[in-house]
């Protein structure tokens, strides 16, 4: 082979992205679950199933696809758990790599700024913000019923709610400083020590989560509670928020960020562990027994912060038990699934998989326009008597709700697709990308959609197959192989 085609090979090599299946198919999938169970909850009244009495005289498959959808509403720190391994695992293989820790460090910080900036604009101004609710409002002239001050009570929600974007800007936050101080100095060869720090954290955050909700929870008359923190609006109720409020505060969702953090870390060795998925499933078991043990305790305490409880609130701590043994559970499965036992490429390339990742690209924008399904469900009121816009349906035409949810998704596909012929520009990610490079001086190419779907190099963690134990040869699987 001439210098020349060494060269550029070497160089297609270097170029060429390398990411893990399964965890830019859960990124997408965690918006499209998201953007569905949204829908629902926007448009249908569900608050006969608020009433145990009245659920439980309905049909089992009623009763069973009512709690699926209770269950599932709690899942947006499924989202924030899938961010906080992929950030850890790219500042850890910069680290190793020889990128400077400072840079690597302000990108993060910039990122999680972004995001705070982003989630203000989205809960202030879009769907539950100013111009969504003044759309949705019921008055017969929406707009002109809102005055200045009625703008600020409401833009106020952008400043007293942790929302998911939040939650994770300030997760980025809060973990990239940690990981600052883990990985300079060459530290982040120091594994089993990293880890420990995380587990330590993450075990702190939970343990402390009880104590600081009965500390703050009775300053105010009804808490965690968005109304009532845009009430008390000053600086040590937006503190209390970030802590404590509605929906998904650090306590307890920053051990969601440390968890991921430590998975991170694992799959960041240069040959990861093949008991990985193994781990992950027994600590997901642990916070189940946990969150089983905590239910028993909260029943016969009748403690609201402990004992068992949807709501789309701040979760309760044997709830929040639960739903990291799903979120953990579901990431072990997956990687067990897809990196260690199956074909990475080939998973990739199916077409739900395809999908899910070209939604992934752009998740966070995804979530930030909720208000883009007014016009989709504008669109469908033509179609039927009632203003979908506006009203809340009711239990006998939950059938439709379903439908109308289903075709608000596929409008939200075909904007993506359509956006994705011009790589997504000027989406929020377009913005936070550029934003984050003033850290680092370079501008990821993480929404150049050609590369992402067609000419990444996706990784496997299969072990090599021994096939003369005297001579020690090795095949490594091959990643194009079919199976």
């Not at 003044?134 to 005055?147: D, E, L, M, V």
């Not at 799959?267 to 189940?288: R, V």
């Not at 699934?337 to 992934?360: C, I, Q």
Request: glycine share 6%; hydrophobic share 50%.
């Amino acid at each position: 082979m001439s210098n020349l085609t060494k060269e550029s090979v070497e160089m297609n090599e270097i170029k060429q992205m390398k990411r893990i299946a399964s965890l830019d198919f859960q990124r997408g999938l965690a918006i499209f679950m998201m953007v569905v169970l949204h829908e629902i909850q926007h448009i249908y009244d569900i608050s006969w199933a608020t009433n145990i009495d009245q659920l439980l005289q309905k049909s089992p498959l009623i009763i069973i696809s009512v709690f699926l959808l209770a269950f599932l509403s709690g899942w947006a720190g499924y989202f924030l758990l899938i961010s906080a391994i992929v950030n850890v695992l790219a500042m850890t293989k910069k680290a190793a790599k020889g990128y400077d820790p400072n840079k690597i460090l302000a990108k993060q910080i910039l990122t999680g700024v972004g995001l705070l900036i982003v989630g203000a604009i989205t809960e202030g101004l879009f769907y539950y913000g100013y111009i969504g609710s003044s759309i949705r409002s019921k008055g017969t002239t929406p707009w002109a019923i809102h005055t200045v001050e009625d703008f600020w009570q409401r833009f106020g929600r952008a400043f007293f709610t942790m929302e998911t974007l939040q939650a994770i800007g300030w997760c980025m936050i809060i973990n990239g400083i940690v990981h600052y101080f883990l990985i300079k100095n060459k530290g982040y060869l120091k594994i089993k020590r990293n880890i420990l720090v995380y587990a330590g954290l993450t075990f702190a955050i939970l343990a402390l989560s009880y104590p600081i909700w009965r500390l703050i929870d009775p300053l105010y008359p009804i808490w965690p509670n968005e109304g009532t923190a845009r009430s008390y609006h000053n600086f040590v109720t937006y503190i209390f928020v970030v802590l404590t409020g509605d929906l998904e505060p650090l306590f307890p969702f920053l051990s969601v960020s440390f968890i991921g953090s430590i998975i991170g870390i694992l799959l960041a060795k240069p040959k990861p562990s093949n008991k990985i998925p193994q781990y992950l499933g027994m600590t997901s078991l642990g916070f189940a027994i946990l969150g089983g043990i905590l239910l028993v305790v909260g029943e016969i305490t009748k403690d609201p912060l402990v004992r068992f409880d949807f709501t789309w609130n701040r979760p309760n701590l044997s709830y929040f038990m639960f739903l990291l043994f799903a979120w953990i559970g579901v990431v072990a499965l997956l990687l067990n699934y897809v990196e260690y036992k199956g074909n990475p490429e080939k998973f990739a390339n199916r077409r739900f998989v395809r999908t899910m990742r070209l939604w992934g690209i752009v998740a966070l924008t995804v979530y930030s326009l909720q208000i883009f399904s007014l016009l989709p469900r504008w669109i469908f009121s033509f179609l039927v008597d009632d203003d979908l816009v506006r009203d809340k349906l009711p239990y006998e035409k939950a059938g439709y709700v379903l439908l109308v949810a289903l075709f608000v998704t596929y409008c939200y596909h075909l904007l993506i697709v359509a956006w994705s012929k011009k790589n997504f520009k000027y989406s929020f990610e377009w913005f936070i990308v550029r934003l984050a490079s003033l850290g680092t001086k370079e501008v990821s190419n993480r929404l150049d959609v050609d590369t992402i779907m067609n000419k990444t190099y996706w990784i496997s963690f299969k072990e090599p197959i021994v096939i003369d134990e005297k001579e020690k040869i090795e095949v490594i699987p091959k990643i194009n192989s079919e199976e």
